[in-house]
C-alpha cells in the first residue's frame, strides 16, 4: 500500500461493516452539512452512508440551498454558523429526545465501511465520563491512526482498545469541524459565543472561544474517509478518485466521473499524472532565465 492511501487496506477490505447495538444513537442525530454549490452530491452521500454505516444515527441533512426532503433542514442565505445554529434549535424541535448530534461535513463521509463497534464503544467512553465533544479524525497519510502523542500529557481516556485523547486548552482548532459528537447544549453555548462576536465562517468557528474550559477530545482511531475531504479548494481531490483500493461506491463513481469522465481509477490516474507533469515542467521553464514554454529545450534540460 502507497504512503499516501489513507485508509488502511485492512479496513477496506471487510465487505460489511461491523454492526454494534447501536444504543448510543438513541439520543443522537446525524446532521450533514453542505451548501448550494454541493448539494449535487447528497444524494450519492446518502447512498454511501446506507453502504457503509447502515447502523448510524437518524440522518438530517443541513443546507443553506435548493435541496428539499422531509429530512432536511433547509434555510437559504444564511451564513455557516446562522445555518449550524437553525439546524440545532430544529433538532430540538423534531427531536426532542436528542441530547447529542454528529456533525459530518457532506466531503467527509465514509468512503468505506464504518467499524460500528468501536465507534460505539468511543460514544460510550465519552459518555460515562461526561463529556461533550469528540472529533473523528481521518487517518494518517501512512494509513493507520492519526496520533498525537504529545497531547498525552494533557490527558487520556481509555477503555479496552479504544483511547480518547484531550486537545490542548487553546488548540487552533479545539472545535474541529471534522466529523464529531457535539452535547447539544455545549454546541448551543459554543454557536452563541460565536455570534456574539460576529463570527459566521467555519474557520473561526473552530478556534476555542474565550474562558470555554470545557474538554474536547479526539477519537484515537479511524474515521474512513479521505484526508481534508473530497474537495479541495472547490475542486475533486485528484489523489483520492485514482485510490485503487478504495472500495466501490455510489460517490466514489460520481467523483471519478466528473473527474475524468470514467468510472475508472485508471482514466483518472492518467489525468492527475498529466496534471502534476504539466505543473512541474511549467515550474521548471519558469525558474530557468531563457527558456518559456513553447521554445525549444536542450536535452539535458528535459531529462533533467
Known sequence: ??????????????????????????????LV???KQMEGYIPNVLRNLDLFWPGRPRTIVVTDGDWDDSEVIRRPGLSFVELLEAAVAEVRHRVPSARHVFLMLEDLCPLAPVDEVVVAQAQDLLRSHDKKFMAMIWPCPKGGPLRYGEWEENG????????????PQHCEFKNSLVSAT???????????DKRAKGISNPWEFETPAEGD????????????TWKDGFSARGKINGRLVTRQHLPNSPL????????????S????????????????????FKSRPGVTPGTQATSTEVSE
Open 1 to 30: 500500500m502507497s504512503a499516501d492511501a489513507y485508509i488502511p487496506q485492512s479496513v477496506l477490505m471487510d465487505a460489511q461493516p461491523a454492526s454494534a447495538s447501536g444504543d448510543w444513537t438513541d439520543d443522537t442525530v446525524l
Open 33 to 35: 452539512l453542505t451548501w
Open 156 to 167: 487520556v481516556l481509555k477503555e479496552g482498545p479504544v483511547r480518547l485523547v484531550k486537545f
Open 182 to 192: 457535539w452535547e447539544i447544549q455545549h454546541l448551543e453555548d459554543v454557536i452563541a
Open 213 to 224: 474550559d470545557e474538554d474536547h477530545y479526539m477519537f484515537e482511531g479511524i474515521w474512513p
Open 252 to 263: 466514489l463513481s460520481q467523483l471519478r466521473r466528473q473527474y475524468c469522465g470514467f468510472d
Open 265 to 284: 481509477y485508471i482514466a483518472a490516474g492518467a489525468k492527475y499524472t498529466g496534471q502534476r507533469l504539466g505543473r512541474s515542467l511549467a515550474k521548471r
